[in-house]
C-alpha cells in the first residue's frame, strides 16, 4: 500500500522546506543565469524537473541492483555523472526524432543540466535517505518543482527589478543575490513545520 | 575490490558508449545542408529583424519554406541574393533603406510641458499623458530606438533628437518597433528629401507647441511639380514613389519642417535649375503663376488665424511674409515679378 501522506510530506518537503535553492543552495548558476525571464525560468525549471526524475530512476537501479550488492558504494559519485550523462544524451537523441515539439522546448536547457550539481545533488541525497523507488520519483518531482517556485519567483522579481532605481553599484548580479539571501531568510520560515 | 570497481566501470562506460553510439544511428536526423549554408551566408547579427528570434532560427524558416530568401534586412540584397542562390531561388534586387527620424523638434524648438520624473524610457514617458513634450506626437529622445539598434546606427544626437547613421543603419526596423510615437520610417536611402513632423495637430495648435512642426499649410503640396507631396489630415507627406528629390518643397516650407537632405552644392544646382525654367519661356512663367497661386491658398489656409486676408499673389506674399517668423529668406524670386 502507497502512503500517500508520507509522500505528500515527502514531496512538500523538498520542494518547499528543503528547497534546492533557499536551503540546500545548489544550482545557483543556472538559478542566477536563467532567472532572467519567466518564460525562460518556465522552460529552465520543466527541464530540471524532467531530468532530476530520470536521473533519480536510473540511479536508484544502478545503486540497490549494481553497486550496493557488489559492495562499491565509493563508486556512487562517478558511476552516476557518468550513467546520467549518457542517458540525459540518449533521451535527447530520441526527442530529437521522435518528440521533435518537446526537444525544441527543452532543447537548449538539456545540455545545460546534465549532471548540473542539482541534479548529482538529488541522486545522492536519494541514496542517503534510503527512498524506495517511487519515493524517489515522489522526491525528484518535488525538488523540481522547488526549483521551478524558485527561478519563477526570482525572475518575476527581477523583471520588475529591471524598472527600479536601484544603486549603480548594486545593479545586475549583486541586486540578484542580495534578492535570492531575503528569499531564502522568507523560506527559512518554514523549517519546523513538518 | 579494486578488480570488481574497474570492471563495473569499464563495464558501464562500455555498455554506456555502445548505447550512444548505436543510438546516433538510429536517432539520426538527417539536417538540412542547406541551412547551414543559408546561415553562413546572414551577417549573424541576431537582430531578429526579419521577425525570427535570431539568424539560425531564420536560416531554418528560410529551409523549411516559412521565411521569405530576401527576408534579412540586415544584409540587404547582397544577402537575399546568396541566400537565393543556396534555396535556388530568384531574388530581386531590393532598394536599400534607411531609417528617418519623423521629428524636429529639438528642446530648442518644441519645450516641455511638465516635469517628468519616471522611468527614463519613451515607452514609460508615453504612458503619462503621452509624454513630458509639448507636442504630443514628438520625440521624448529618452533613447528607447537608441538602445533598440543593434548597429550602433543610433546616437542621441547633439540636438537632443535620435540621430540616424546611415552608413551604419540597415533598416532592420527595431527601433521602428521601439518608439511609442511611431516616429521612425524606414524610407529608401535615395529618397533625401523628408517631412521631419508626424503632428496630426490643426496647424494653430501645432504652431503653438512647436517651431519646426507641420501646420498643414500646403505651399509643399502647391510647390511639387510631380504631385509626390501631400497634405493629409493636418500633415504633409511625401510619395518615394514619386519623389524626384528637387527640393522644391523643403525650400518652399515655411516651417522648416521639410529637410533636404542633399550636399549643398546639389541643392544649390536644382535651386538655380528652378530659377532658369521659372524665368525663361511661357512654360516658366505659367508655373510662375500657379506658384503664387497656391502660396495665396496656402497661406490664407494656414495663417488664416492672424486673420490675413491674401487675395492677390502679391497679398500671399506679405501675408506670409508678416505671418510666418521663419520665412525671412523664402520669398521667392519670381513672385514679386508677377505682382
Known amino acids: 500500500v502507497i502512503d500517500l501522506a508520507g509522500l505528500f510530506v515527502l514531496f512538500f518537503t523538498a520542494a518547499v522546506l528543503n528547497n534546492f535553492v533557499f536551503y540546500r543552495f545548489l544550482g545557483m548558476c543556472a538559478y542566477l543565469g536563467l532567472s532572467k525571464s519567466i518564460d525562460t525560468s518556465v522552460g529552465m525549471g520543466l527541464a530540471v524537473t524532467f531530468v532530476m526524475v530520470i536521473a533519480n530512476v536510473v540511479t536508484w537501479f544502478i545503486q540497490w541492483y549494481l553497486l550496493a550488492p557488489m559492495g562499491l558504494q565509493f563508486l556512487e559519485l562517478m558511476t552516476f555523472i557518468l550513467v546520467i550523462a549518457a542517458v540525459v544524451q540518449l533521451i535527447e537523441m530520441y526527442m530529437k526524432k521522435h518528440v521533435r515539439r518537446m526537444f525544441d522546448a527543452f532543447?537548449?536547457?538539456?545540455?545545460?543540466?546534465?549532471?548540473?550539481?542539482?541534479?548529482?545533488?538529488?541522486?545522492?541525497?536519494?541514496?542517503?535517505?534510503?527512498?524506495?523507488?517511487?519515493?524517489?520519483?515522489v522526491f525528484a518531482l518535488g525538488a523540481g518543482a522547488g526549483y521551478t517556485l524558485a527561478l519563477l519567483l526570482l525572475a518575476g522579481i527581477r523583471e520588475r527589478l529591471e524598472l527600479a532605481d536601484v544603486p549603480e553599484c548594486l545593479q545586475g548580479v549583486p541586486i540578484s543575490l542580495i534578492t535570492t539571501g531575503l528569499l531564502a531568510l522568507a523560506f527559512s520560515g518554514f523549517t519546523g513545520m513538518v | 575490490m579494486l578488480l570488481e570497481a574497474a570492471a563495473l566501470m569499464g563495464g558501464l562506460g562500455l555498455a554506456l558508449g555502445l548505447a550512444i553510439g548505436f543510438a546516433s544511428k538510429l536517432f539520426h536526423v538527417e539536417p538540412?545542408?542547406?541551412?547551414?549554408?543559408?546561415?553562413?551566408?546572414?551577417?549573424?547579427?541576431?537582430?531578429?529583424?526579419?521577425?525570427?528570434?535570431?539568424?539560425?532560427?531564420?536560416?531554418?524558416?528560410?529551409?523549411?519554406g516559412k521565411g521569405k530568401a530576401d527576408g534579412c534586412v540586415a544584409g540587404g540584397s547582397a544577402v537575399a541574393s546568396k541566400v537565393g542562390e543556396v534555396m535556388g531561388q530568384k531574388v530581386e534586387a531590393q532598394e536599400p533603406r534607411t531609417a528617418v527620424l519623423r521629428c524636429a523638434g529639438s528642446s530648442g524648438v518644441c519645450g516641455l510641458s511638465c516635469e517628468y520624473q519616471g522611468v527614463e524610457t519613451c515607452a514609460a514617458a508615453t504612458l503619462l499623458a503621452s509624454g513630458p513634450k509639448?507636442?504630443?506626437?514628438?520625440?521624448?529622445?529618452?533613447?528607447?530606438?537608441?538602445?533598440?539598434?543593434?548597429?550602433?546606427?543610433?546616437?542621441?544626437?547633439?540636438?537632443?533628437?535620435?540621430?540616424?547613421?546611415?552608413?551604419?543603419?540597415?533598416?532592420?526596423?527595431?527601433?521602428?518597433?521601439?518608439?511609442?510615437?511611431?516616429?521612425?520610417?524606414?524610407?529608401?536611402?535615395?529618397?533625401?528629401?523628408?517631412?521631419?513632423?508626424?503632428?496630426?495637430?490643426?496647424?494653430?495648435?501645432?504652431?503653438?507647441?512647436?517651431?519646426?512642426?507641420?501646420?498643414?499649410?500646403?505651399?509643399?503640396?502647391?510647390?511639387?511639380?510631380?504631385?509626390?507631396?501631400?497634405?493629409?489630415?493636418?500633415?504633409a507627406s511625401i510619395d518615394y514613389a514619386k519623389c524626384t528629390n528637387c527640393g522644391a518643397c523643403a525650400e518652399k516650407c515655411p516651417r522648416k519642417c521639410i529637410k533636404d537632405r542633399r550636399p549643398e552644392a546639389e541643392r544649390e544646382a536644382s535651386r538655380r535649375e528652378r530659377e532658369g525654367k521659372a524665368a525663361g519661356g511661357k512654360a516658366g512663367k505659367e508655373r510662375a503663376t500657379k506658384g503664387g497661386e497656391g502660396m495665396g491658398e496656402g497661406a490664407e489656409k494656414g495663417a488664416g488665424e492672424m486673420g490675413g486676408k491674401a487675395a492677390s499673389p502679391g497679398g500671399a506674399d506679405a501675408a506670409v511674409a508678416k505671418g510666418k517668423d521663419g520665412l525671412k529668406a523664402s520669398a521667392p524670386p519670381e513672385a514679386p515679378a508677377k505682382a
Open chain 1, 107 to 137: 532543447g537548449i536547457y538539456l545540455p545545460l543540466i546534465t549532471t548540473n550539481c542539482t541534479i548529482l545533488g538529488i541522486t545522492l541525497l536519494n541514496v542517503i535517505a534510503q527512498y524506495d523507488l517511487v519515493q524517489s520519483v
Open chain 2, 134 to 235: 509639448r507636442c504630443t506626437f514628438g520625440c521624448l529622445a529618452m533613447g528607447d530606438c537608441v538602445r533598440a539598434c543593434r548597429f550602433s546606427a543610433l546616437d542621441l544626437g547633439e540636438v537632443g533628437l535620435p540621430a540616424v547613421d546611415e552608413a551604419r543603419c540597415v533598416a532592420c526596423g527595431a527601433c521602428v518597433k521601439a518608439c511609442p510615437k511611431g516616429l521612425i520610417l524606414l524610407a529608401p536611402k535615395k529618397a533625401r528629401v523628408h517631412v521631419l513632423c508626424q503632428s496630426h495637430d490643426p496647424g494653430k495648435v501645432v504652431a503653438k507647441v512647436c517651431k519646426v512642426g507641420c501646420i498643414a499649410c500646403r505651399m509643399c503640396e502647391k510647390a511639387c511639380t510631380v504631385g509626390a507631396v501631400r497634405v493629409d489630415d493636418e500633415l
Open chain 2, 32 to 64: 538540412d545542408p542547406r541551412a547551414e549554408r543559408v546561415l553562413a551566408a546572414l551577417p549573424g547579427a541576431n537582430c531578429g529583424g526579419c521577425g525570427f528570434p535570431g539568424c539560425a532560427a531564420f536560416a531554418e524558416a528560410v529551409v523549411s
